[in-house]
Structure formats: structure tokens, C-alpha cells
């Protein structure tokens, strides 16, 4: 596992942790102790009547890169960048569908900031929580993607990649 990127780490944790086919809900997963490498890069935001979107945790790399506590946050959508996330996290919760999203680093044109954000089950059928993470990687930085893709496309465009094809299906932009 720790040869393999922190966001695919995050998400084959995500699917380990499905019970019957469905996604984990809040209790059943532990990534502080489960995963302590990536920790620094996990949120966890709750999902308030599903229409609103609160940062529950917010791991110490968000500090590190924004200089305030994101803990406890609502996120609102105030500038486009939070716009673009909160639309994900709505998305995420109707769906219930994982998104892979890619954004190129400022002041780094050979670098891209990737984000996973996967559903967590309510135990009823719906969601009730969010789990997420940002990392950078470079295996992407020579073709870009802004906008959602799911999980699945990014791992069938990659496996595609290296079979030497071309990815059959691709992300839509937003």
C-alpha cells in the first residue's frame, strides 16, 4: 500500500471498510488509527439537512496550507474554489458517488492538488457524513483535469494508461 498514491491509500481504505455493499458510516471507520499516514490530509465534514456542509475535522495539512482552522466551519461557497467544493460535496451526498478532483498548485505548473471525496452512509440508505482528502501527485501533472470525475473513471483511465490504450470514458468538467 505505501507504494501506491495517498488518495488511492485513502480509497481502497473507503471500500474496505463497506459493509454489504455499502459505504461505512462515521462509526465504523477510524482513519487516525486505521491510516495515521494520511491523517494530515483527511477531512471529515457533516452533512447538516443535506443541503449544508460543516468541516467536522480537518487535519493538520490544512493548517499548514491555509493558516486557520478549517474545524467546525461551515462551508458556504464564499469564494469560487469553496463554490466548486461545496457543489462536490453536494454531489457526493445525492448520489452517493465518490469524486476524484484534480486543480493545478499555484506557483506550481508540475504540480496538482488532488482531492477524494467519498460518501459516508447515515445507516439509512443515505449520507451522513463526508470523508475527503487532498494530496498532491505527479503522475497527473502532464494532463491536468479540472472538474469531478468518479473514482472509477480516474482508475480506469489510468489502467488504460498503462495497457497502452486510450480511457474510454472521461470526467465532465464543472
Known sequence: MADQEAWKQLYDYWLSKHVRGRPP????IDPLVDVP???ANILLIDVVDGLRFR???AGSAYW???????TGRWIEGAVPAEAAFRDTLQAVHDDGLSRLL????????????????MPL????????????????????????????LTVQEIL?????????GMPV??????
Open 156 to 164: 480506469d483511465e489510468a489502467k488504460a494508461r498503462q495497457l497502452g
Open 64 to 70: 499548514a496550507r491555509y493558516g486557520f482552522e478549517l
Open 55 to 57: 468541516y467536522r475535522l
Open 37 to 39: 499516514r494520511l491523517a
Open 102 to 117: 484534480t486543480a493545478p498548485v499555484t506557483d506550481h505548473p508540475d504540480r496538482l492538488h488532488v482531492g477524494i471525496v
Open 25 to 28: 458510516t462515521r462509526l465504523e
Open 169 to 174: 470514458r472521461m470526467g465532465r468538467s464543472g
Open 121 to 148: 452512509s447515515d445507516g439509512a440508505g443515505g449520507t451522513g457524513h463526508i470523508l475527503a482528502g487532498t494530496f498532491f501527485v505527479q503522475e497527473l501533472a502532464t494532463s491536468p483535469r479540472i472538474g469531478r
